[in-house]
């Protein structure tokens, strides 16, 4: 008994889930990202994460993954502000043959109580976005960090500057060509910057 989703965040960079997992990179239309969940994290801090709304005539790129059905309740416990939307398999097209995903396949959307834009004291995770982004880089190259840009709202959200000391408990280390290349795609998007001392 398997489980499939669609991963179009952090569950994007395969070093955040089991390493048993099947991923197959693909688009899934009519849906749109945002940075329209928030909470706190065990250590206290507010956090924004990302969340997705429907909307027409967009295409979203991420990956179809399957794992064991044992593995549920540890993921439901890491996407504990969304809930399951289920029976998204017909939007979704594999990269390569362009076949549908399966019938079984579901997303994770923000829960009613989190969706609500990030604020100065629940900002975006630098470290959060590196492996939001490192993910997609991995699989597309610059091109998967420009359409992750394009097709997510909310860049007026507050970035804090936790890549030293990270919050999130998924952190990954980007190298520094890489780390380079995601300063300045959102240097070019004019996002604002909270230091770790600046959080309220």
């Not at 489980?3 to 899934?28: C, H, K, M, Q, W």
């Not at 043959?97 to 990030?118: T, Y």
């Not at 280390?173 to 770790?196: F, H, R």
Request: proline share 6%.
């Amino acid at each position: 008994m398997t489980i499939t989703y669609f991963g179009y965040g952090s569950l994007v960079n395969t070093d955040t889930i089991p390493a048993a997992t099947e991923t197959v990179p693909g688009r899934l239309s009519g849906w749109m990202r945002e940075w329209k969940v928030c909470g706190e994290g065990e250590d206290g801090q507010g956090r924004c994460a990302l969340t997705v709304r429907e909307q027409e005539g967009v295409e979203i790129r991420g990956i179809m993954a399957r794992e064991p059905r044992t593995g549920l309740k540890d993921l439901e416990l890491r996407e504990r502000r969304y809930h399951k939307v289920e029976a998204i398999g017909a939007k979704f097209r594999c990269e390569a043959g362009q076949k549908p995903g399966s019938g079984d396949m579901f997303l994770f959307k923000a829960a009613p109580g989190h969706r609500r834009w990030g604020t100065d004291t629940h900002p975006i995770l630098q470290s959060y976005l590196d492996c939001v982004l490192a993910g997609y880089f991995r699989i597309w190259g610059e091109e998967g960090i420009d359409h992750f840009i394009e097709t997510t709202d909310g860049w007026h959200v507050p970035v804090l500057q936790d890549r030293d000391r990270p919050h999130y408990p998924r952190k990954i280390v980007p190298g520094p060509v890489l780390a380079d290349l995601i300063d300045g795609k959102l240097a070019e998007l004019g996002v604002s910057y909270l230091t770790p001392d600046e959080k309220v």
